[in-house]
Each structure stands twice: as structure tokens, then as C-alpha cells.
């Protein structure tokens, strides 16, 4: 699978299935696509050059998640999480993350989420403003209007 010829985006993580992963059935357990997608925002974050991970100064949180479970993940799926924002607000945006793979040639979406995410303050322990360069930074990922 070609990483960044998915449709609509231009971020791609790509990782791979461990066994761990697997429910007793052999598929990917649900509560891992959470990590899935947290891997995926950790790195499109940093490819923007929003966020070193410090909780001395503006961060990000997770506020919301919203998982449509589409197909099930096996151990032999290489997977690819295809990230963008979706809404861009005065203190908090909306990513959309697809979980992919291939199957018999073609892209099989496994999952489809929306994640909310609080741009927060953590010295004054409250939300902030997304600042200028962050929103600059995200509006070139965005699928709305700038």
C-alpha cells in the first residue's frame, strides 16, 4: 500500500499488528485502535511542530472519542492510520483518522474516528486558545474552509 496515495490526506502512520493486539479470536482487540489512533495524532502532532509532550506550557488533551468499528483487524494486516482535522474551534479541533489496510488489492477501511482535542493551558490548569502558529500549522491539514 502506497502510505500517502489515500484519498483526502496527508498524514500516514504506518504500523504494524503485534500479537499482543489480538482478542482470543484473533482479531485486533477494540480498545487498541485507541492506541492505533493515539500513535497516529503523536505523530501528526509532531510532524506540524505542535507539541513536545511537556506539561510545562500549552498542551493538548483528548477530550472526545468517537470510534465507528468497520471491519476487523487480523495479524497479518500491515495497517496505515491516514490523519487530518476536520474542525478547527476556538480552543479545540477535530481530528478524522482513518484505520486502513489492504485487502486483495484494494484500501479496506477498518475503522473511522473523530477525535476531539483541547489545546490546555497546564501551568493555569484550564483550556486555552489555539495559538496563531498551531492554527496555521493545522489549517494545512484541514478539510474545511480556512
Not at 503523536?42 to 468497520?70: C, N, Q, T
Not at 479496506?108 to 490548569?125: N, S
Request: aromatic content about 10%; proline content about 3%.
Amino acid at each position: 500500500m502506497t502510505e500517502l496515495s489515500y484519498p483526502g490526506f496527508h498524514h500516514a502512520c504506518r504500523l504494524q499488528v503485534r500479537w499482543a493486539d489480538l482478542d482470543a479470536l484473533g482479531h485486533v482487540n477494540n480498545a487498541t485502535y485507541l492506541t492505533y489512533l493515539e500513535q497516529a495524532r503523536i505523530e501528526f502532532f509532531h510532524s506540524l511542530a505542535l507539541w513536545d509532550g511537556k506539561p510545562d506550557k500549552l498542551g493538548l488533551i483528548m477530550a472526545r472519542a468517537v470510534v465507528d468499528y468497520k471491519l476487523p483487524l487480523n495479524a497479518e494486516d500491515d495497517v496505515t492510520i491516514y490523519t487530518r482535522v476536520a474542525r478547527l474551534g476556538g480552543k479545540s479541533f477535530d481530528t478524522e483518522q482513518h484505520v486502513v489496510c489492504q485487502r486483495g488489492g484494494e484500501f479496506a477501511v477498518a475503522a473511522v474516528a473523530i477525535i476531539t482535542i483541547v489545546v490546555y493551558d497546564y501551568p493555569a490548569g484550564q483550556s486555552a486558545a489555539i495559538p496563531d502558529a498551531w492554527r496555521a500549522s493545522l489549517q494545512s491539514h484541514w478539510v474545511g474552509e480556512a
